[in-house]
């Protein structure tokens, strides 16, 4: 393993939400998921989470992200999800804090973090500018690289998150397919594991820190899956190749 530098994504915390019917506790998953990281993942150079990192989007969930986070040991970049609010978000963590951000590896890898949050709704946009943004960094920059946001890029063939998806995903899929040196693609937003092609560019969904759903490929339901448990996702990854691995805590 000593060829592979590593980073984690974690995505979908909820925290201030209602624990489930089964106890599950979306404050208490978030401190486990840490906990397992620092225990089996220390090695770790940096942790992504994108998007819904409170489930109310309330200075008081923010407050208790912030204390959850500490005392962990790994350098942390956030960004927003449909149920995140950007004032609450910065008042807690920070008036200049972005959301969208690019951030180098030890390595030289870009990535780019990209926020999606639209005010008042579940589905989500990137906007006229910060796609230009995006554009413009990928062209002065070829290097290999990865990118992060909260929506998926495209459609993922599950109508109860297709309807609440990227509003212009149209705009960003030439800007993808002009970058071939993007890697892969790391989301969230539909509390499971899923994989696929976004035009030329691989795309991971990556599992809630906190519950998980049941994919339906038919009709516009949200069911939960009460068996899966939290999970995150772990890259490897050296200047020709990278293994994402789907973690989920012990039961």
């Known amino acids: 393993m000593s060829d592979f530098h590593q980073f984690l994504v974690l995505s979908d915390l909820h925290l201030g ?43 008081a969930e923010y407050e208790l992200l912030r204390e959850a986070l500490s005392g962990f040991p790994l350098p942390v970049h956030l960004t927003l999800g449909n149920h995140d609010d950007p004032n609450a978000f910065r008042r807690v963590f920070g008036p200049n804090l972005s959301s969208r951000s690019k951030v180098e590896l030890q390595n030289g890898t870009p990535c780019y973090v990209l926020d999606t949050h639209l005010a008042g709704q579940n589905a989500g946009r990137l906007g ?73 560019m691989p ?28 999970g995150f996702g772990v890259v490897f990854h050296t200047p020709s190749s990278f293994i994402y691995h789907a973690v989920g805590l012990p039961q």
């Open 17 to 59: 939400a209602q624990a489930t019917a089964q106890g599950r506790c979306p404050n208490t998953s978030f401190v486990q998921v840490l906990d397992y990281i620092e225990q089996h993942h220390s090695e770790a150079e940096v942790v992504f989470i994108t998007g819904d990192l409170v489930d109310n989007g309330v200075e």
């Open 128 to 200: 006229a500018s910060q796609l230009d943004w995006f554009k413009e960094r990928l062209a002065e920059d070829t290097r290999p690289a990865f990118v992060f946001m909260h929506h998926p890029p495209g459609l993922v063939a599950v109508p109860s998150f297709d309807a609440i998806g990227l509003t212009d995903r149209d705009a960003l899929g030439p800007i993808i397919d002009a970058a071939p040196q993007i890697r892969a693609a790391f989301f969230g937003h539909c509390h499971m594991p899923l994989s696929g092609r976004f035009g030329q």
């Open 203 to 230: 795309g991971y969904c990556v599992s809630s820190t906190f519950v998980q759903f049941r994919p339906s490929s038919k009709k516009v339901k949200f069911g939960l899956n009460k068996t899966a448990p939290p």
